[in-house]
C-alpha cells in the first residue's frame, strides 16, 4: 500500500464573503410549507438524509433527528426509483444547491451521490446500500435510465445531473471563492495526474490535497486524519459504486469537509484514463454503449444490468398502479 500521497498540504481559507441567500433560476421554497410544490412527493429536509415516510421497506426513519430546512426551487420534484429517494431540478439549480451546501455546514457532512441504473441495481440487490443513498443529502438522478423510470411515474427530468458533467462546472462558476478540495480515488499514480490536471482547471479553488482511494484499514485512518487537518470544503471521493458511497457513509462522523460526493470515474477522466463519449451521442442516451466499446469487461454491467434494470422498474410501476387502483 502506497504510503500517503499529498500534493498539497493546504488547509482550505475560508470563504471571504457572508454565506449568501441561496439564489436559484426559479422561486425558492422551504420545505417546512405545506404548501410548497415538493410537499405532493416527500419533503425534504437536511438531518443527513431526507425524511422519507416511517414504513418503507429499507429505509431508515429520521424523523426524530434534529432537521434544518433545505430552501429548493419551486421547480424541484423527488421521485423514487426502486426504493432510492431522488431530486430532480434543473442544471442551474443544482449547482446553487451545491453551493449552499458548502456554505451551511451541519454536525457531519453534507453528502451528495449521483445514481444511474447501475447503482439503482446494486441498491435493489443489496438493500444495506439502498439504506445509504437514502441516507443522503441529497442524490441526484443520472442517465437515460432514471429519465425513463421518472417518465412511467409522470415526471419529466429537466436535466442529466451527473458528476462528470456537475463537478467542473460546479468547480468553475464558484472560482475565487476561497474554497478547497481534497481528491481521493483511484492509483497513486493516475490521482496525481489528476491533481495536476485539476490545478491546472481550476485555479479559483484551493487544491488541499489528494490520495490514492485503495485504502486499508492500516491506513485509512491517516487519510482521514490528513483531511480533518486540511479541512476541505468539498471531498471528492473516486471508488466506484457502491464502494465510494459506502465510504463516505461510513466515515461521515469522521470527516471534516462540508460536502462529500462520491464521483466515480472522475479522477480517471482528468486524468486522460478514459474518454467521454461524443456530445452526439450523449444526447441521443447511449453514452453506456460506448463505455461498453471502450470498457468490455464492464459487459455485464451493461449487457446483463439494462435488461434487469427496465424489468425491475416496469414491475415498480406496475406495483404502483395497482396499489392506487385496490
Not at 224 to 243: Q, S
Request: with cysteine; net charge neutral; charged share 20%.
Amino acid at each position: 500500500m502506497a504510503e500517503l500521497l499529498v500534493y498539497q498540504s493546504v488547509t482550505a481559507p475560508e470563504p471571504a464573503m457572508e454565506k449568501p441567500e441561496l439564489t436559484f433560476s426559479s422561486s425558492v421554497v422551504p420545505v417546512s410549507n405545506p404548501a410548497a410544490p415538493l410537499a405532493q412527493n416527500e419533503w425534504f429536509a437536511l438531518s443527513g438524509s431526507p425524511t422519507l415516510p416511517a414504513g418503507k421497506p429499507g429505509v431508515e426513519d429520521h424523523a426524530t433527528k434534529p432537521l434544518w430546512s433545505l430552501p429548493l426551487p419551486a421547480s424541484a420534484r423527488r421521485f423514487r426509483v426502486l426504493d432510492v429517494s431522488m431530486l430532480d431540478m434543473t442544471f442551474d439549480d443544482a449547482l446553487a444547491l451545491c453551493e449552499w451546501l458548502v456554505l451551511n455546514p451541519g454536525d457531519q457532512p453534507h453528502t451528495l451521490y449521483y445514481a444511474n441504473a447501475h447503482t439503482l441495481n446494486l441498491a435493489y440487490e443489496e438493500p444495506s446500500f439502498r439504506e445509504v443513498l437514502n441516507r443522503a443529502t441529497v442524490v441526484l438522478g443520472d442517465g437515460t435510465g432514471v429519465r425513463w423510470a421518472a417518465r412511467m411515474q409522470g415526471v419529466r427530468v429537466q436535466a442529466n445531473l451527473n458528476g462528470t458533467d456537475l463537478v467542473p462546472e460546479f468547480l468553475e462558476v464558484t472560482s475565487g471563492k476561497r474554497f478547497g478540495y481534497y481528491l481521493l480515488g483511484s492509483t497513486p499514480e493516475i490521482v496525481a495526474r489528476s491533481a495536476a490536471v485539476a490545478a491546472e482547471m481550476f485555479p479559483g479553488w484551493t487544491q488541499c490535497g489528494f490520495h490514492a482511494g485503495f485504502l486499508s484499514e492500516a491506513n485509512e485512518s491517516a487519510v482521514i486524519d490528513e483531511i480533518n487537518r486540511v479541512r476541505p470544503h468539498l471531498l471528492l471521493v473516486a471508488m466506484g459504486n457502491p464502494i465510494q458511497e459506502k465510504w463516505i457513509d461510513r466515515n461521515r462522523s469522521r470527516l471534516n469537509a462540508r460536502l462529500c460526493m462520491g464521483v466515480g470515474a472522475l479522477v480517471d477522466r482528468w486524468a486522460g484514463e478514459l474518454i467521454r463519449a461524443p456530445l452526439w451521442v450523449r444526447k441521443l442516451g447511449m453514452e453506456w454503449a460506448d463505455i461498453l466499446r471502450r470498457q468490455p469487461h464492464k459487459w455485464q454491467r451493461y449487457v446483463l444490468g439494462n435488461p434487469k434494470y427496465l424489468w425491475r422498474i416496469v414491475q415498480e410501476r406496475c406495483r404502483q398502479i395497482c396499489t392506487r387502483g385496490c
